[in-house]
């Protein structure tokens, strides 16, 4: 398994890379953005490993980030490949879902936690990608999953290479 900053030179070279493909492509700025937020965010704050004791670096987040390490076990759903993105997206909402509800309570907000899941359903039913914010959305998830798997492929390789070297 490679080390933290291992990952994150990786990821940030590799990301680095595929939006300035995507700028040289000359892609929709919006998608570019969309795509790199996406990748920033799954390789510096909500990565495959934030199931570990959260990160200093996330600061306030840390907040957010600790139950998922209660939910999750390292090495388990949050480094599957095809699951390990959605749970953390599914995870995010209902975290948002969470803080609508406690903002309501507090009279902060108008926007009540049935009003958001309600929202939530309906605007995600109603996916149709001709918009920009499906792109958007689509394009942060990609990059996200993205950023993922070059996750997890560092971590094969490096877990490899250390027992080939072990065995020698």
Not at 20 to 48: E, K, M, N
Not at 92 to 102: A, P
Request: net charge positive.
């Amino acid at each position: 398994m490679a080390l933290g900053k291992t990952h994150d030179k990786i990821n940030l070279l590799i990301g680095t890379i595929l939006a300035g493909v995507f700028i040289g492509l000359r892609q929709d700025p919006f998608v570019t953005g969309s795509f790199a937020t996406g990748w920033l965010i799954s390789t510096l704050i909500f990565s495959p490993d934030s199931d570990l004791i959260p990160k200093a670096r996330t600061g306030p987040l840390r907040l957010f980030l600790y139950p998922y390490s209660i939910f999750f076990k390292h090495r388990g759903l949050s480094h599957s490949f095809l699951f390990g993105t959605i749970t953390r997206f599914v995870y995010s909402f209902l975290m948002l879902g969470l803080l609508t509800y406690v903002l309501y309570e507090m009279g902060k907000i108008k926007f009540s936690p049935g009003d958001y899941f309600s929202f939530l359903y309906y605007w995600l039913r109603a996916f149709n990608y001709e918009y920009l914010q499906y792109q958007m959305l689509t394009w942060l998830f990609g990059g996200a999953f993205l950023a993922d798997l070059c996750h997890i492929f560092t971590d094969t390789i490096s877990t490899g290479l250390k027992k080939l070297m072990f065995w020698k």
